[in-house]
């Protein structure tokens, strides 16, 4: 399907040659922040399985692991942007070493809450939404600081190489957080976590001021929000996007809602065949972030059509008549979820200029995960009324109805207006930046 609109949303990075899919790691700054967040990683994938069968094993309700995903992105519906702005304007490095150290110091709390017996469904609660307003800040800021620790034609093969290393450590967190439940205790899972959070500490004390690449700095000024909202909606490639990934993350990436369900009461397992169906999903996730990482360009027809097989996978898997097939759709799953993922995040983060770049991932990840206080509840009720295989199955069939909904408007779009003009460039008050990024869509 080739439009008009579909034309304009190829990737105008500083390059377009294939630079290899490690070509990031070339950049010392990169490699320590890669290690501390690998760390991190890898104690939040302890803390996930381990939060979402705390709540499981408190209440033995889907609909009460539905709440508790709601609870941690709703603070995101209501402020992801004000996140955005906030990355814009000040310096995005001392946010994150404030951001982590709440998030360590959450962690402890809780962890201290389970390992002395006192924990209850309604501190969970309270856990979920405290680390989900830290979430708001931490979340876009982490996305844009990226595009300072490495120089602009590494950024699209950074983002991906993270996203990798974030799959590849969900392969040992469930792992290790299975042995744990199944040994000492949940809370010493959320204890893990919270001291894995030192290792961005030091990698952030550690990575050279003067080598990152410095962006313009954004000056307090009346709406800026608005501004930003304007700014994509004259860009139709990245409002199409963001829709897409919103729809995608409202409904279709509810996997503890599902995968806890399917494992308690379709496959009749516990916490440790929970953990093997993430680290399962994590091998397919690996392979998709390395292969979005060897990619230089990304058309958004590319992700219309990706959008679709990625809820093809999801009903194939809610259908999978034994474990293995099941097993293999998750495989499968998880490869198209992250490739999706890694290039429709790049993709974003190079169309639009960097004054303004801070926002739109806000507005992004406001879509992206905000709309989980809705998809998360809705899944988990189907699932405790129809059963997992029916809450899968919705899981996957959105987001193609989404897809195919945006490849039609596109069509008719190209119909109707074949030329479109390029957008003016963001126009706002910024202070020019030591170096300047040559990425500005």
Sequence with gaps: MKTATADISVIGTATTQRQGTFAALRVRNFRIYLAGQSVASTGTWMQSIALDWLVLELTHSASAVGITMALQFLPMLLL???GGMIADRYPKRAILMVTQSLNGALSAGLAVLTITGHVRVEYVYLFALAAGLVFVVDNPTRQVFVNEVVPA???RNAIALNAAVFQTTRLLGPAVSGVLIGTVGTGWAFAANSASYLAPLIGLLLIRS???VRPPTVVRAPGQLRSALRYVAARPHVGWTILLVGVIGTFGLNFPVVLTAMADSTFHGGANLYGLFNVVLALGSVAGALIAGGR???R???LVVMAMVFGLAQVAA???PGLGTFLGALVAL????LALQAMANSSVQSWVDPAVRGRVMGLYMLAFVGGTPLGGPTIGWITSTFGPRAGMAVCG???MIAAVGVAVALRRKAVNEPQIARPEPVAEAVIAPRIAQPEAA
């Design 300 to 302: 958004l027809r590319t």
């Design 296 to 298: 230089t360009r990304t």
């Design 318 to 320: 809610a259908l999978a």
């Design 334 to 337: 998880g490869m198209v979820n």
């Design 210 to 212: 003067a080598d990152l």
């Design 153 to 155: 034609p590494y950024v």
């Design 80 to 82: 992801g942007m004000y």
């Design 397 to 399: 069939l959105v987001p």
